[in-house]
C-alpha cells in the first residue's frame, strides 16, 4: 500500500514523497519484535494494538524504514500511517 504524504519530508538529509507499507509481508516474529522494540522506547500500553508507538514501529518495519524516522513524520503523515498499521491490525 503507498501512502503518499501532502508535502515531501525530509529525514537525515533525505526527501520521502511517501512510504510504501507493505503490511502483508509482516510475520508474527515481526509482531512481537515490534512489541519489544516499543517498550524499549517507554511504551507502557496495556494492549500493544492500540499503542501509537507498536504502530509506527510496525510501519518501520513493513516499510524497511527506521522508527525514527516514522515518529519524526508530522502528525498529519504519522496519524495517516499508524491508522492503516491499526486498520490492518483490527482486520
Known amino acids: 500500500m503507498k501512502i503518499t504524504f501532502d508535502k515531501p519530508f525530509e529525514f537525515e538529509g533525505k526527501t520521502f514523497e511517501g512510504l510504501d507499507l507493505n503490511l502483508d509481508a509482516l510475520t508474527g516474529r515481526h ?37 525514527d524516522m516514522i515518529i519524526a513524520l508530522p502528525g498529519k503523515e504519522f496519524s495517516r500511517v499508524t491508522l492503516q498499521v491499526a486498520n490492518f491490525l483490527f482486520e
Request: no cysteine; aromatic share 2%.
Open 31 to 67: 509482531l512481537i519484535d515490534a512489541a519489544t522494540e516499543a517498550r524499549a522506547l517507554g511504551d507502557k500500553s496495556p494492549v500493544m494494538e492500540l499503542s501509537k508507538t507498536y504502530q509506527a514501529v510496525l510501519a518501520a518495519k513493513a516499510s524497511k524504514m527506521s522508527a
